[in-house]
């Protein structure tokens, strides 16, 4: 079973504010209610067989979209799970309470999961090679690393991948040599189902309430100190949507 898996629990304040409401950001359209971040995020994993979409705020409008305006294809794939902490706790604890709900029910049966954060538009091509790979997979964009936006992705000397953040957008420090550095694309895959499971379940869970980067760097750090090969992709098209600005350059 192929999992795909997107968190949009947050209340995304920035985007409501230019809206003038309170706004799913998911599932917002200046038009036609298909175009969506959501939906178009779905329709490029449809080869995928369950979809786990995390939610939280407002979350009674994201099921009734789920149910009322998707297509019956594409809703009756969706398992939407409630983060009632979004308010409280980091982007981890939406990622944390989405694999372990899929891997309680569906267990030894998952066999990848593609992980996608909830605000972001990427061209067709880019998801796809994403989803074809058959290693695990980073992925990377052409933008310039901010520190008032960026996940930055740099590797050491060993190879190893580490994902530095700063939720104050002040600075980003790097405390060793390192041979690289990208800026993330928020969007990668997991293909060691044994390992990932490890981390979900043999965890205290409090340690996944703040960034969804610490079982990331774990998962990644891991692979990579075992000689396991990862995948990295560019996205040609990679937009962070945080405005209605974003929305129309993305299309929507």
């Given amino acids: 079973m192929r999992e795909f898996l997107t968190t949009v629990a947050g209340s995304a304040t920035r985007f409501s504010e230019s809206i003038g409401k309170p706004t799913v950001k998911c599932i917002y359209n200046r038009e036609d209610p298909l175009k969506t971040l959501l939906n178009h995020m779905l329709t490029q994993a449809a080869s995928y067989d369950l979809f786990v979409?995390?939610?939280?705020?407002l979350i009674n409008e994201l099921e009734d979209y789920i149910n009322s305006v998707l297509p019956s294809e594409v809703s009756e794939k969706v398992m939407l799970v409630n983060n009632?902490?979004?308010a409280e706790y980091?982007?981890?604890w939406s990622l944390y309470l989405g694999l372990d709900a899929a891997l309680k029910i569906y267990g030894k049966d998952i066999t990848e999961v593609l992980f996608a954060e909830g605000d972001l538009f990427v061209d067709d091509g880019s998801f796809s090679c994403v989803a074809e790979s058959k290693n695990s997979v980073i992925t990377i964009n052409s933008e310039a690393i901010k520190a008032n936006k960026a996940v930055a992705l740099y590797y050491d000397l060993e190879n190893v991948p580490h994902y530095i953040y700063d939720t104050a957008h002040g600075q980003l420090k790097i405390d060793e040599?390192?041979?690289?550095?990208?800026?993330?694309g928020q969007i990668w895959k997991f293909?060691?189902?044994?390992?990932?499971?490890k981390l979900v379940t043999e965890s205290d869970p409090e340690r996944f309430?703040?960034?969804n980067l610490v079982l990331i760097n774990e998962y990644f750090q891991n692979l990579a100190k075992n000689g396991e090969?990862?995948?990295i992709v560019t996205m040609k098209t990679w937009i962070n949507c945080n405005t209605v600005n974003d929305f129309i350059t993305a299309g929507l």
């Fill in 177 to 184: 040599p390192f041979t690289a550095i990208y800026n993330s």
């Fill in 84 to 86: 009632e902490q979004y």
């Fill in 191 to 197: 293909t060691d189902i044994p390992l990932l499971t």
């Fill in 229 to 231: 090969m990862i995948d």
């Fill in 90 to 92: 980091g982007s981890g």
């Fill in 209 to 211: 309430t703040c960034t």
């Fill in 53 to 57: 979409v995390v939610g939280g705020f």
